[in-house]
């Protein structure tokens, strides 16, 4: 699946791709909206469909990833309610062998994702993962998501990669797809993001279960003659 031999930088989502989305599809999709109707006497069933449609209106912007944006919005503490489930923040398996064959090839390992700082750093605390990662970059940092082009024209003025040698891993098709036309070589999508629910079919990249498959192949040509990796 990948020519490890023209791989210098791996770029790496979080939520759903090193980090299981159960815990953010668990809080946006039952845990806030039950303390959103608490907070504002709704009926949670109503609280809900209000919730979807506000979501909805800002799906694919930045906006809809800023705990700011929606602590203003919806009147609650983002953040606060966050770390009311935050044991449910986890790692997706293999993901620290993965990171830690990727140190040992000295690949490039850069984190790139849509999650705010507030929650960023969260589950840094939680997980710690950051010490397997060689940067880590949030898009409200450059004022713009994943899925537009203007991300990663700020990326590559920010970091020192070549797109034709780079890889991507990522559970977002349409990120994906804007890495695609910004030139990203190889890319890879996640499957299964969210424990709790089913893989995806019919996916339009590459896809993967859960890392152990890159590491059925050694990343490190040294490694080929010797059959270890």
């Known amino acids: 699946m990948i020519d490890w031999s023209a791989i210098d930088t791996v770029f790496l989502d979080m939520d759903g791709t090193l980090l299981d989305l159960h815990f953010d599809n668990y809080f946006w999709l039952h845990h806030l909206p039950r303390r959103y109707a608490e907070h504002h006497n709704l009926d949670p069933d109503q609280a809900l469909e209000h919730l979807l449609s506000q979501f909805a209106s800002k799906q694919g912007t930045l ?49 790139i994702t849509n999650a705010h700082r507030h929650s960023l750093n969260l589950k840094l605390d939680i997980t710690g993962i950051d010490a397997l990662l060689d940067q880590v970059i949030s898009s409200h940092d450059y004022g713009a998501p994943k899925e537009s082009r203007a991300f990663w024209q700020q990326l590559a003025t920010q970091v020192n990669f070549n797109p034709a040698r780079s890889l991507f891993i990522d559970d977002s098709e349409a990120v994906l797809r804007a890495a695609r036309a910004y030139g990203i070589k190889q890319l890879i999508c996640i499957r299964q993001p969210d424990s709790k629910q089913a893989p995806r079919g019919n996916l339009e990249f590459p896809a993967i279960d859960h890392f152990d498959e890159l590491l059925a192949t050694p990343l490190n040509d040294d490694l080929r003659g010797t059959g270890t990796g």
Do not use: M, N
């Open 63 to 111: 906006d809809w990833y800023c705990t700011d944006y929606w602590s203003y919005t919806l009147a609650v503490d983002i953040p606060a309610l966050k770390r009311e489930v935050s044991h449910l923040i986890a790692e997706r398996p293999q993901v620290r062998r993965f990171l830690q064959q990727l140190g040992a090839d000295q690949r490039a390992r850069i984190l």
